[in-house]
């Protein structure tokens, strides 16, 4: 019997598996989420996500330390306020938890990238991504909020907006306002395949921002569609977006493969709570090896096509990527 392929020849050793390994993950892939809470003194763990917390003003410095000693380089910065109300104002005021944060994260830090969540629903009292009336999320109103609030994180020194409010037009109506208030270098990071999921039940535990009434879904997409992330991505970019991104990515990453086939901007994978909280449990029953989960999953993302992953698992994975190549 002759067999023609020995797949195995290059499998032989660790030395010739590391030769013709495809994708890896290193450092500069992560962006590790941070959330700064205004109604509390110190730092406080969200339950249903062991090892992450939230901050602070006065403790965000500490972790945004241990972040950069990591050598990661880039945070994604999420806020809870103080106040809610039906325009979102702690969203957009000079004074915002975000706002604030950014300016403390910035001067400690200046080379670090800053990226601030641009949205509405921790702010508001509906807890919707936009204003509402009479129960409807209405689009066009909510851009206006949505912009002023990409416009104050930006003068308070963000690098970058990753809008993910999901109203249509958000992309062209951030970059008008964004280059009206002079910040024409300021790239956009859009949230432009984001699915109406489940999977984000632990963040909105932690960040506050579970709608009051009704749900998402007539605003984020239907997770049975494919074809619809694509024109949500032509979209984006004829509007300007820098950066296109697929939330969540574990049970989407035939969408990750498909929007890395039609774009050829950078393309982020958000890694998302609950993909999160599901791995965290696992393995804290002793159900799963974490470490190699967390390689695999990450890993897995690369391979479907992400440049860049939002995780909150990127602390964790930077350590061993500074002791073995992943
Ligand atoms: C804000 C926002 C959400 C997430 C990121 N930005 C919540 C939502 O859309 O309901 C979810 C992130 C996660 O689950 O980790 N709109």
């Given at each position: 019997m002759v067999i023609f392929d020995r797949h195995r020849r290059l499998r032989s050793t660790a030395s010739i598996r590391d030769l013709v390994r495809e994708n890896h993950l290193i450092r500069d892939d992560l962006i590790m989420p941070v959330f700064v809470d205004a109604t509390i003194k110190d730092k406080e763990e969200i339950a249903s996500m062991p090892g992450i917390y939230r901050f602070s003003l006065a403790a965000v410095l500490d972790e945004i330390k241990e972040i950069v000693d990591l050598g990661i380089q880039s945070v994604i910065i999420f806020g809870i306020p103080d106040h809610k109300d039906d325009v979102g104002s702690g969203a957009w005021e000079e004074n915002g938890v975000v706002q604030q944060a950014i300016r403390k994260i910035k001067a400690a830090y200046p080379d670090l990238i800053v990226i601030a969540d641009t949205c509405l629903c921790e702010y508001t009292s509906t807890g919707h991504c936009g204003i509402v009336k009479d129960h409807r999320v209405l689009n066009d109103e909510s851009l206006v909020y949505n912009t002023k609030t990409a416009v104050s994180q930006v003068k308070a020194g963000a690098d970058m907006v990753a809008p993910?409010?999901?109203?249509?037009?958000f992309v062209a109506a951030i970059r008008e306002g964004l280059d009206k208030a002079g910040f024409q270098n300021t790239p956009i990071m859009s949230y432009s395949v984001k699915y109406a999921s489940s999977f984000y039940g632990p963040f909105r535990d932690a960040?506050?921002?579970?709608?009051?009434?009704?749900?998402?879904k007539g605003y984020q997409m239907d997770?049975?569609?494919?074809?619809e992330a694509l024109r949500e991505v032509a979209s984006d970019e004829k509007e300007g977006a820098d950066f296109v991104m697929v939330k969540p990515a574990m049970a989407f990453l035939d969408i990750m493969r498909d929007v890395r086939n039609h774009t050829n901007l950078p393309l982020v994978a958000y890694n998302v709570s609950g993909e999160y909280a599901m791995i965290k449990a696992a393995s804290q029953n002793g159900w799963i090896d974490e470490d190699q989960i967390v390689k695999e999953t990450l890993v897995g993302m690369k391979r479907a096509g992400a440049d860049l992953i939002i995780t909150y698992f990127a602390k964790d994975a930077a350590q061993r990527i500074n002791k073995q190549r992943w």
């Open positions: 993910s409010n999901a109203m249509d037009g960040a506050d921002g579970a709608p009051q009434f009704g749900d998402r997770p049975a569609n494919r074809l």
